[in-house]
């Protein structure tokens, strides 16, 4: 059985900065596409970030994130990160991790209509 786990949420002040984990368990993921996405209250999910399947280009961010925002993974460990630094209060949601399997070693994507398997999401607030 498949499962991710996000972890390293948490309330942190504007300017400040998390480091987000995505732990898979039940499958190997190093060959597949993984992203993060956020979900903030009253609004749809949105696409954060996705990364290929070796790690390296393309790596795909949101306009919100670029240049704060850097997307990671260590498939020795079946991990993704998602170091997020100089935070807003706008980038209060929940923040889920997810699997793209459609293809192997396949582009990433940014719609969440093409990911698998997703996290049960971790909470990041940013407020003073």
């Known amino acids: 059985q498949v499962h991710l786990v996000e972890s390293g949420g948490g309330l942190v002040q504007p300017g400040g900065s998390l480091r987000l984990s995505c732990a898979a368990s039940?499958?190997?993921?190093?060959?597949?596409?993984m992203g993060w996405f956020r979900q903030a209250p009253g609004k749809q999910r949105e696409f954060v970030a996705s990364i290929n399947w070796g790690g390296g280009s393309p790596i795909f961010y949101a306009d919100s994130v670029k240049g704060r925002f850097t997307i990671s993974r260590d498939n020795a460990k079946n991990t993704l990160y998602l170091q997020m630094n100089s935070l807003k209060p706008e980038d209060t949601a929940v923040y889920y991790c997810?699997?793209?399997?459609?293809?192997?070693?396949?582009?990433?994507?940014?719609?969440?209509?093409?990911?698998?398997?997703w996290g049960q999401g971790t909470q990041v607030t940013v407020s003073s």
């Open positions: 997810a699997v793209d399997e459609r293809v192997l070693r396949g582009i990433p994507d940014t719609d969440e209509a093409a990911y698998d398997y």
């Open positions: 039940g499958r190997t993921f190093s060959n597949y596409a």
